[in-house]
């Protein structure tokens, strides 16, 4: 019979997982053919982006090449942009690749028999005026690395002409309260290498319209942070909505301005624009697709969501399952384990999700975590050394998964050898 055509749109955390583990693997008496679609060429833990955003990290060292990873695992790779899906004719639509104005390759569809949507998330304006025109974000690989690119250009700049340069984060999730941190590193990192004032000429504002940072985690997590952000001379304002964004800076609900050269926005979460093209299929408010218990699309059985993208309805669970690589993780390894059975007409038990607490790194700075209600110690604190090691040991967990023991017990032996002749922060 012929391959069963396995299409994952969304190369992250879940959906390279997926391609990886599944290409070739039997369901029922038909192979697995997976084709794995994604707008970039390589992907990068999405909890590391804050780290190339502020160039503490270098992203060609820490990425995964999707072609070298299909070449090595049996699957198949098709660079672009997903802009639609035909559920009648099972087809995803692909956007032409261009350059410099011309389209280089036309517009392409890629037909499947069974449809995995792993598109992630990104930051959610709310509507805010002047969002789009005047923010960066950090929410994939090439958003990163045209920040970073950004910033130490604005850096060098500011310190040559002997003014301060301010960058404002709006949101106090994870990313926002991390970015924060590594820019006040990285600043540092500079000056040591001969960038005088380097620190004296950055100052970094964090904004949250929530009562606290890092809503998520526990109040003894956020309190922690809280008090290192401050230390480390960042002004953290919780309890304050921005209502409107320009050139010279944010817009304050009661009419106050803060100023800000770069501007971050970190705050809320919503669906990819792609999902906006599926058309007849059930969304939360968040623009995210509903999904049952099996991770299936209560609409169409041939096509599975998760990860950000997608609301799971869990039996006994009243809230969403939150939006953090965990979760994504998670439920990459449930449909690694199941997709198979499923696709051939079998049954599977539904999926879960279990909370193993989480880890905030503030760069060398300190680190904060929880174990949360299935680790080691309910409820557990963590902070310094352990949890900066639990936070990298995250990373490297990932990285066996993906490349085997073997070789990612070497990306780790070579990262680790590296970061011993490098300089801390991208200089150049």
């Known amino acids: 019979m012929a391959d069963h055509r396995l299409v994952v749109v969304g190369g992250g955390v879940a959906g390279l997982d997926l ?68 559920r009648r004719s099972r087809q995803v639509r692909l956007a032409p690749i261009g350059a410099n104005g011309r389209a280089i390759v036309p517009k392409r569809t890629v037909d499947y028999d069974t449809l995995v949507l792993a598109v992630g998330s990104r930051a959610n304006d709310f509507g805010t005026p002047g969002v789009l025109e005047h923010c960066q974000s950090i929410d994939d690989r090439s958003a990163a690395i045209a920040f970073n690119d950004r910033l130490r250009i604005e850096l060098l700049r500011n310190v040559a002409s002997g003014s301060p340069l301010t960058i404002g984060i709006v949101g106090g999730g994870a990313t926002g309260v991390e970015l924060a941190a590594e820019l006040v590193q990285v600043a540092n990192v500079a000056e040591r290498y001969g960038i005088a004032g380097a620190t004296g000429h950055l100052k970094v504002v964090l904004i949250e319209s929530g009562p606290r940072l890092l809503a998520p985690f526990p109040e003894r997590v956020a309190g922690a942070a809280t008090r290192k952000l401050e230390q480390l001379g960042i002004e953290v304002r919780v309890g304050t909505r921005v209502t409107a964004v320009d050139e010279a800076g ?22 990819p624009p792609l ?43 009243d809230g969403p399952v939150p939006t953090t690589a965990q979760a994504a993780s998670q439920h990459a390894r449930y449909l690694c384990r199941h997709l198979p059975a499923l696709i051939a ?71 680790t050898m590296g970061r011993k002749v490098r300089p801390p922060a991208r200089l150049s």
């Open 19 to 86: 391609a990886t583990q599944l290409a070739g693997k039997r369901s029922g008496d038909r192979t697995l053919r997976v084709t794995l679609i994604d707008r970039e060429t390589a992907y990068v833990w999405k909890p590391m982006l804050h780290t190339i955003a502020a160039s503490t990290a270098d992203a060609a060292l820490q990425q995964t090449v999707y072609a070298a990873q299909a070449l090595s695992h049996g699957f198949c790779f098709e660079y672009g942009e997903a802009i639609g899906v035909d």
């Open 250 to 271: 944010f817009h304050l609900e009661g009419g106050e301005t803060v100023p800000a050269e770069l501007k971050v926005w970190a705050a809320g979460v919503k669906a």
């Open 275 to 317: 999902l906006d093209k599926v058309m007849g299929m059930e969304r939360n408010r968040a623009g995210q697709l509903v999904v049952g218990p099996t991770l299936a699309t209560e609409t169409d059985p041939c096509i599975y969501a998760l990860g950000d993208c997608a609301s799971p309805r869990f039996s006994g669970r």
């Open 345 to 415: 007409g079998g049954r599977a038990p539904p999926a879960t999700y279990r909370d193993f607490g989480g880890l905030v790194s503030l760069g060398g700075f300190d680190a904060y975590g929880t174990l949360g209600r299935f680790g080691l110690f309910d409820g557990g604190f963590l902070r310094g050394r352990v949890a900066q090691f639990g936070h990298a040991m995250l990373y490297r967990r990932y990285q066996v998964r993906l490349h085997g023991l073997a070789r990612g017990t070497l990306l780790w032996l070579l990262d």
